[in-house]
């Protein structure tokens, strides 16, 4: 038996004011589009805001449904529809902000497994690199692609 350790680079800053601005601005819509998500029943609202290398900025925001399975994260939903409108044109950049009980969290909130996933066939997709930003009141992280966020990750090349 051997050990194997699987590292990831992440970045880590105090405030968004360290972040280039078009990195703030992505950060600033992904917090609006938060406060306008569909959570009635978790009460937990999730913004995300992807930015296409054409520069056009999509956000997206979780719909929840009586029947729990039918909801959709925020992240896929921002994904989804900016590569339904723009089927050609990769993503380079996406910024993740949750609200609950009308503040944004202390901790970075980090996306789930099923998201991931959709993230990484986008970055595959596009052969390009997509930068995350997830946001947190007193801690962000970010990290410069999404395959490192989900190592030993499922592709067709198996
Ligand atoms: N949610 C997201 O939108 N993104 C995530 O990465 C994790 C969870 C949503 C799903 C559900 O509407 C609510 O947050 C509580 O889980």
Same mark, same amino acid.
């Given at each position: 038996m051997k050990k194997q350790h699987i590292d990831i680079e992440v970045e880590s800053y105090n405030n968004i004011t360290e972040l280039p601005a078009d990195e703030q601005e992505l950060v600033k819509l992904a917090e609006e589009a938060a406060k306008n998500a569909y959570a009635k029943y978790s009460h937990f609202f999730v913004g995300a805001a992807v930015k296409l290398a054409n520069g056009e900025i999509i956000t997206g925001n979780n719909q929840e449904n009586n029947?729990?399975? $039918?909801? !959709?994260?925020a992240e896929r939903v921002a994904l989804f529809y900016a590569n339904a409108k723009y089927p050609d044109v990769p993503v380079t950049k996406m910024a993740i902000v949750a609200i609950y009980k009308d503040d944004i969290l202390q901790e970075p909130v980090a996306p789930c497994g099923a998201? /991931?996933?959709?993230? !990484?066939? %986008?970055?595959? /997709?596009?052969? %390009?690199? #997509? /930068? %995350? #930003?997830?946001?947190?009141? $007193?801690? #962000?992280l970010a990290m410069n692609d999404i395959k490192s966020m989900l190592p030993l990750s499922f592709n067709f090349d198996f």
């Open positions: 029947a729990y399975p $039918s909801g !959709l994260c998201c /991931r996933q959709v993230m !990484l066939e %986008t970055e595959v /997709r596009f052969d %390009t690199p #997509i /930068r %995350t #930003i997830l946001v947190g009141k $007193s801690k #962000i």
